[in-house]
Nanobody, 116 residues
Framework: VQLVESGGGLVQPGGSLRLSCAAS????????MNWYRQAPGKERELVAA????????NYADSVKGRFNISRDNAKNMVYLQMNSLKPEDTAVYYC??????????WGQGTQVTVSS
């Protein structure tokens, strides 16, 4: 099982980034997919979630209207489009695949830094 995030980096406030997560080694289309983030000294928090067919999404209040999660089951990919980035969005972003309690996979994370 592998989840590999990419697309992180340094961006100025107000800028945009698109994170990607490539999944392999499991039946991707059976798993809900999530993006979490963890800032230094803070707990990991759920940023965005998408169901198995992509018809339902949920977002943390802090990113609503700025972030968009999507998935491509044909390519085993999940994305997080991040717009209007703020310094408080700085964190390591993790891709998560969730089937049910106790069956969940994590990527290694990708650093996003929002700074001028």
């Amino acid at each position: 099982v592998q989840l590999v995030e990419s697309g992180g980096g340094l961006v100025q406030p107000g800028g945009s980034l698109r994170l990607s997560c490539a999944a392999s080694g499991f039946t991707f289309s059976r798993y809900a997919m999530n993006w979490y983030r963890q800032a230094p000294g803070k707990e990991r928090e759920l940023v965005a979630a998408i169901n198995i067919v992509g018809g339902s999404t949920n977002y943390a209040d802090s990113v609503k209207g700025r972030f968009n999660i999507s998935r491509d089951n044909a390519k085993n990919m999940v994305y997080l489009q991040m717009n209007s980035l703020k310094p408080e969005d700085t964190a390591v972003y993790y891709c998560n695949a969730y089937l049910l309690l106790g069956v969940s996979y994590w990527g290694q994370g990708t650093q996003v830094t929002v700074s001028s």
